[in-house]
């Protein structure tokens, strides 16, 4: 019983661990897809504490069940310790009365007793004298039997439930482990759920970032742009813009082998060249003007072949597709953005 509660421990934190450990490794392309995995890690991580909390609530209640049932024991053990010293108290008193009867006897017998025995006239009148003395002695015995009786019944009794005690013990002990154990796991999924929300909101920083470094620079560089966009390079075109799964995809991947080119989409100005390796890997943004960006992500630096204000043609080789930053595959992350903020690139693409 023990075993197997040990072994379901053992197997529920090791299956949690392998999801933790994937979550990191097995991350999206970007970071809105690594916010993605972080909402579904999070997702699980919330049912993974509820259950971890059921399962604490209903041991709670095991052992409350459990400490009760000793509880009361204990009390019956309380009862019976005072019934037995109560009974100790009378087959005292008993014992002292009987000596006392005793100690009469012996001493009226020394001076009376026996002289009244022996002075009785007849032999039956001696045989009643006798009689009574022998009543006397044999009606105190009687009491003085009854309370041992009664102590020896107690004691009995008492023995009974101190051994039904000591036999809730193991189980009492393994409840109190389990119940620790589970105090012990809701804590740890309480844990990693918060370092979940933090990662999420470390995420979320990151693109707002992104999208707040976009905005600025299209503001410090002149664009020349024709307003139609090209395909900035040959693939297959792997995760459309829009909302899936909860998550937003601020762009479109295009898919193909490192080293394929990459095209700027409209002429325009360089107006930012970033490295961020935990998510878009080494990423160009073009400024067209009219408020219109485009976005390159996942690049390897030395692929780029253009620097920072210089102003391109549309078609212009600037970098090849890479496997760069957060990515599970050579594709390129392609975003265009109007106004500062982040729109469907498909309307834009001739
Ligand atoms: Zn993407």
């Known amino acids: 019983m023990k075993r197997k509660i040990l072994v379901a421990v053992l197997a529920a934190s090791l299956a949690f661990s392998t ?3 994937e979550s990191i490794f097995a991350a999206g392309s970007n970071p809105e897809s690594k916010l993605k995995q972080i909402q579904e890690d999070k997702t699980k991580a919330k049912a993974d504490l509820n259950q971890a909390r059921s399962a604490l609530n209903e041991q709670k209640k095991k052992l409350q069940d459990l400490e009760k049932k000793v509880d009361s024991y204990d009390q019956q053990i309380a009862k019976y310790t005072q019934s037995l010293a109560e009974n100790q108290k009378m087959l005292e008193k008993q014992e002292s009365k009987f000596k006392k009867i005793l100690v009469r006897m012996y001493q009226e017998g020394q001076m009376d007793y026996t002289v009244r025995l022996l002075e009785a006239e007849t032999f039956s009148e ?7 003395v022998r009543i006397i002695v044999k009606q105190e015995k009687a009491i003085l039997d009854n309370y041992i009786n009664i102590k020896r019944k107690i004691e009995k009794e008492k023995a009974a439930i101190e051994k039904e005690k000591q036999k809730q013990a193991p189980y009492l002990e393994a409840a109190r482990n ?12 309480n844990q990693n759920l918060k370092h979940l929300e933090h990662q999420e909101e470390l995420t979320r920083e990151a693109i707002e970032e992104k999208n707040r470094l976009v ?22 075109m792997t995760s459309p813009y829009g909302w899936r799964n909860g998550r937003m995809h601020e762009g479109i991947d295009i898919a193909n082998d490192i080293g394929t080119p990459i095209y700027a989409a409209d002429s325009g100005t360089v107006s930012l060249m970033k490295s ?30 253009v620097s920072l204000g210089q102003r391109v043609r549309k078609g212009q080789r600037i970098a090849s597709i890479g496997n760069n930053g957060r990515s599970t595959g050579p594709h390129l992350h392609f975003e265009v ?9 498909m309307p834009y693409l001739q």
Do not use: C
């Open 276 to 305: 961020d390796p935990d998510g878009y890997g080494y990423y160009i943004v073009i400024n067209h003007g009219n408020g219109l960006s485009t976005l390159y992500a996942h690049m390897y630096r030395s692929s780029v072949t």
């Open 337 to 345: 953005h109007k106004n500062g903020n982040p729109v469907d690139p």
């Open 215 to 236: 905005r600025e620079a299209s503001g410090r560089y002149s664009g020349t742009g024709t307003g139609e966009l090209m395909w900035p390079a040959n693939g297959r």
């Open 126 to 132: 001696f045989l009643a004298r006798f009689e009574t």
């Open 178 to 189: 389990e119940y620790q154990k589970l105090v012990k796991s809701v804590s740890e999924k």
């Open 19 to 21: 999801w933790t450990v």
